[in-house]
């Protein structure tokens, strides 16, 4: 599974390429000017369309932060754009990105088929593609930077187990809150923690309660799929939830039914107000990913790119669809509990001053949050 990763080494060295070889101007970030930094003419420019920015607050909060300060550092131009959910905006996003100029689109897809149409019309016009966070399937991107994402998976099963074992849950009816359909990731994470609690339940060790998908992992629609397998399920013990906003939706209906810290539900993203639910005792855990690494790592290869060089991937991952292994940069996910919420605090991820507001003050004292 884990033959063919590239590692951080190899992706640190198209970084180090990419800065030596470029000029220190700054990048552009509007959709219209496409000047490139005199120094870096022969540089091409960066597109970059992130999926929205409801499902997680990392893409705005994060992941557009830590690119932007990657192409300015390399001082290669770009433009950011976001698509708020809207599969048509996304594609106009990127014709107008390849109109103005764009040489690399980088890409964090709605659903396959659509990230399909727009890999597919870059790549006529000699656009370079990168597939950021999801792999479009079927869609022959030339690179895919992410995390291991069945990793991801199997850290929420083993969470989930951890604290239901502290719990001292017995027979735990256990409800799945799985991602949006249409993401690849999802169905990778899904086989993460199935792999760890789908034993359980054929042992009869656990129940296995509902298992439903959130549409575009929207929040608000989680909470009435939540609110409904509650209804029909009073005694679900346990919630599987693929993100922090998914698990923040099901802590909202427990809270209504005075079960919340009761029934653990997990999560992932490391968000302020995940990180907030584990410290009110409410979470049971969630899935850190050090985006700015990832970011970092689809920076380089852009940059790389967007000079007209060929960096080179050591590391693959199989296309399900297309049975094609595209180049790939995978790293590594850390799994976060009470305990170690100090760990993305130290990281830079999150700040003390967002996290360690009003009453989580005296919570973050007590997890060690200096
Ligand atoms: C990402 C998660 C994110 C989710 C919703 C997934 O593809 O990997 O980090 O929480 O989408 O935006």
Same mark, same amino acid.
Do not use: H
């Given at each position: 599974m884990r033959k063919g990763i590239l590692s951080l080494t190899a992706a640190a060295a198209v970084?180090?390429? @990419?800065? %030596?070889?470029?000029?220190?101007? @700054?990048?552009?970030?509007?959709?219209?000017?496409?000047?490139?930094? +005199?120094?870096?003419?022969? =540089?091409?420019?960066?597109?970059?369309?992130?999926?929205?920015?409801?499902?997680?607050?990392? &893409?705005?909060?994060?992941?557009?932060?830590?690119?932007?300060?990657?192409?300015? =550092?390399?001082?290669?131009a770009y433009d950011i754009q976001n698509a708020q959910g809207d599969k048509n905006q996304f594609q106009t996003i990127a014709d107008q990105m390849i109109t103005n100029g764009a040489t690399v689109l980088m890409i964090v897809n709605l659903d396959s088929g659509t990230g399909k149409a727009v890999l597919d019309k870059a790549k006529a016009q000699g656009v370079a593609t990168i597939?950021?966070?999801? $792999?479009?399937?079927?869609?022959? =991107?030339?690179?895919?930077?992410?995390?291991?994402?069945?990793?991801?998976?199997?850290?929420q099963g083993e969470g989930l187990v951890k604290c239901l074992t502290d719990k001292k849950a017995e027979k735990p009816i256990v409800a799945y809150l799985n991602g949006s359909p249409t993401d690849n990731n999802a169905t990778l994470f899904k086989n993460g923690y199935? @792999? /760890?609690?789908?034993?359980?339940?054929? %042992?009869?060790?656990?129940?296995?309660?509902?298992?439903?998908?959130? #549409?575009? &992992?929207?929040?608000?629609?989680?909470?009435t799929i939540f609110e409904q397998m509650l209804t !029909?399920?009073?005694?679900?013990?346990?919630?599987?939830?693929?993100?922090?906003?998914?698990?923040?939706? %099901? *802590?909202?209906?427990?809270?209504?039914?005075? $079960?919340? @810290?009761?029934?653990? /539900?997990?999560?992932?993203?490391?968000?302020?107000?995940?990180l907030q639910n584990i410290l009110a005792g409410d979470q049971c855990m969630t899935v850190y990913k050090a985006i700015k690494k990832e970011?970092?790592? +689809? +920076?380089?290869?852009?940059?790389? $790119? %967007?000079?007209?060089?060929?960096? +080179?991937?050591?590391?693959?991952?199989?296309?399900? !669809?297309?049975?094609?292994?595209? #180049?790939?940069?995978?790293?590594?996910?850390? =799994? *976060?509990?009470?305990?170690?919420?100090?760990?993305?605090?130290?990281?830079?991820? /999150?700040t003390k001053e967002e996290l360690c507001t009003g009453d989580f003050a005296a919570k973050c004292t007590e997890a060690g949050i200096q």
């Open positions: 970084m180090t390429l @990419g800065l %030596a070889a470029c000029g220190s101007d @700054g990048g552009d970030t509007s959709a219209q000017s496409s000047a490139a930094p +005199a120094e870096s003419k022969a =540089a091409g420019k960066v597109g970059v369309i992130l999926p929205d920015s409801k499902s997680s607050a990392r &893409w705005e909060t994060a992941d557009r932060k830590y690119l932007e300060e990657a192409f300015k =550092a390399a001082g290669v597939d950021y966070d999801r $792999l479009t399937l079927n869609g022959g =991107a030339s690179y895919y930077v992410s995390f291991d994402n069945t990793k991801v998976g199997t850290l199935d @792999g /760890v609690l789908k034993p359980k339940f054929d %042992a009869g060790e656990y129940e296995k309660g509902p298992d439903q998908s959130v #549409p575009d &992992w929207d929040n608000a629609q989680a909470a !029909e399920q009073p005694k679900i013990a346990g919630v599987l939830a693929a993100n922090d906003g998914l698990g923040n939706a %099901a *802590i909202t209906v427990l809270k209504k039914n005075n $079960l919340n @810290g009761k029934v653990p /539900v997990t999560g992932q993203d490391a968000t302020v107000q995940g970011a970092d790592a +689809a +920076a380089a290869l852009a940059i790389g $790119l %967007a000079k007209g060089e060929k960096p +080179a991937a050591s590391g693959t991952v199989k296309d399900t !669809e297309s049975g094609q292994d595209v #180049p790939a940069v995978l790293l590594d996910p850390q =799994a *976060i509990y009470f305990e170690n919420v100090k760990d993305v605090v130290t990281d830079g991820f /999150v």
